[in-house]
């Protein structure tokens, strides 16, 4: 892939189909990130806010929280961004704010093909944009975007405005945020899976998609690998007392708890190949970890894992 690691892009898309890990990933990444000494914000957008429980912070719709050092979060709510950029866009606010307390304000906002994703796209744009005093608010974003399908929508929406929109102003904000979006120096895609087959099928799928449109995808990562501490030695030994006649069941039995752990790291570690090979670009790994709640360090050593793995920051991972 051309371009830059991940880490020295201002803006990262974390995508993956619900539940493998996208919201943990992107707040890894961001940690990392802040700790590298880049001032970045975790900007969550599908609309779950799970990023405070991590940190162990309030919500944090309106104005970035502080979570860590250097680390601020932020949830955009898409029905709130859609209200304000139709406040902008028909310069009426009371009109909105009577559309927007009426039922079906919310059914017209979704019913409008990309409008949702046109507005959550403009948002992360002011805060990716965002100067105070001559520079850059914002040294990295890391963007929790939505479901695979939905965000991809996200990554292509300024693209379909700018072909749909003619000349004129919002034809050229369209355009510099599409051109921002698909350049590789700027931002970077990081496709989620866990290591299962159908996962990493889907993972694949999605990459192959994002190519064609030519989105930067960057780099994927395995979330939830198993390891093993035997070796290629100590698995013989373990067959051999599993399979030795007249072996003591305790001794049959763990040696076969032993060979599974074995098993299963072995099966995580295929699965990481195919999708690197299938895929075609660089796969970091991340382990289980026994707990994610504020304090336990669980985010802490995923963020450590992720940041030292090269497929995420380049070179030897130094
Ligand atoms: N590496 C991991 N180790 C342990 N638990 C994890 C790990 N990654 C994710 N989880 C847990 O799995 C669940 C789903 O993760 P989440 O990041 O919310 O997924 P997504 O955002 O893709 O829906 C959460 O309960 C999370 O705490
Ligand atoms: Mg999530």
């Known amino acids: 892939m051309a371009g830059p690691p991940l880490t020295e892009r201002r803006l990262a898309f974390v995508l993956g189909k619900g539940g493998v890990g996208k919201t943990t990933v992107a707040a890894a990444l961001a940690l990392g990130l802040a ?16 990023t405070e429980a991590l940190f162990g912070m309030p919500p944090s719709v309106d104005v970035p929280v502080e979570v ?9 709510d898409a ?8 406040t902008i866009q028909l310069k009426v606010r009371p009109l909105v704010e009577m559309m927007a307390r009426s039922r079906a304000f919310h ?18 744009w002011d805060l990716a944009t965002a100067v105070q005093g001559g520079t850059p608010v914002w040294d990295r974003l890391v963007v929790d975007a ?24 919002i034809r050229d904000q369209a355009d510099a945020i599409e051109r921002v979006i698909r350049h590789p120096a700027a931002t970077g895609v990081v496709v989620v899976a866990r290591p299962e087959d159908l996962a990493v099928t889907e993972a694949v799928e999605a990459v192959q998609s994002m190519r064609a449109k030519d989105l930067p995808v960057t780099c994927a990562v395995v979330n939830g690998v198993r390891t093993s501490p035997f070796g290629a030695a100590e698995v013989d ?15 049959r039995a763990a040696a076969l708890a032993a060979l599974a752990v074995a098993d299963g790291a072995v099966h995580d570690a295929r699965e990481v190949a195919g999708l690197g090979r299938d895929a075609g670009i660089p796969v970091a790994v991340l ?30 991972g130094g």
Do not use: F
């Open 35 to 50: 700790d590298a000494g880049h001032r970045t914000l975790l900007l969550e957008v599908a609309g779950e806010r799970r």
């Open 68 to 76: 860590r050092p250097g680390l601020h979060a932020l949830s955009v």
């Open 79 to 86: 029905d709130r961004a859609t209200q304000e950029y139709l």
């Open 107 to 124: 059914q017209v906002t979704q019913a409008a093909p990309g409008l949702s994703e046109l507005v959550t796209l403009g948002k992360i």
């Open 146 to 169: 939505p479901a695979t399908g939905h965000g991809i929508a996200l990554l292509e929406v300024a693209g379909n405005v700018r072909d749909l929109a003619g000349s004129g102003p």
């Open 237 to 251: 030994a373990l067959r051999a007392v599993a399979g030795r006649p007249g072996a003591p069941d305790a001794d």
């Open 287 to 316: 382990p289980v970890v026994p707990d994610l709640s504020p304090a336990s360090g669980g985010l802490e050593a995923l963020s450590a894992a992720l940041m030292s793995d090269p497929a995420i920051g380049g070179g030897d």
